[in-house]
Nanobody, 122 residues
Framework: QVQLVESGGGLVQPGGSLRLSCAAS????????MGWYRQAPGKQREMVAT???????NYADSVKGRFTISRDNANNTVYVQMNSLKPEDTAVYYC????????????????WGQGTQVTVSS
């Protein structure tokens, strides 16, 4: 069974920085795209940043220039470095990955982490 485990959330003051990590484990043959999404109270889950296996990235307009997504393919891990944090960045952040299990003939499946809280407040 594949699992995604996030870490690195917490409380930070406006203007501060946090780095989130997400490690995938289990019967993994290949990981295609990975990404970070967030959900604030009363709002829908939204894409924050994604990265393909080749390293191509995509960012939400609201985080461009402040957040940087990266991945370590050897360790099945994705990161997001969050700088210049704002109160509106407060949300539960979820890791997402499109994973092919066991062998190339298996279809890719979408997996989510359990979420990690990020709170930006003075």
């Amino acid at each position: 069974q594949v699992q995604l485990v996030e870490s690195g959330g917490g409380l930070v003051q406006p203007g501060g920085s946090l780095r989130l990590s997400c490690a995938a484990s289990g019967s993994i043959f290949r990981i295609n795209a990975m990404g970070w999404y967030r959900q604030a109270p009363g709002k829908q889950r939204e894409m924050v940043a994604t990265i393909t296996s080749d390293g191509n990235t995509n960012y939400a307009d609201s985080v461009k220039g402040r957040f940087t997504i990266s991945r370590d393919n050897a360790n099945n891990t994705v990161y997001v470095q969050m700088n210049s944090l704002k109160p509106e960045d407060t949300a539960v952040y979820y890791c997402n990955a499109l994973i092919v299990e066991r062998g190339w003939w298996y279809p890719p499946l979408n997996y989510w982490g359990q979420g990690t809280q990020v709170t930006v407040s003075s």
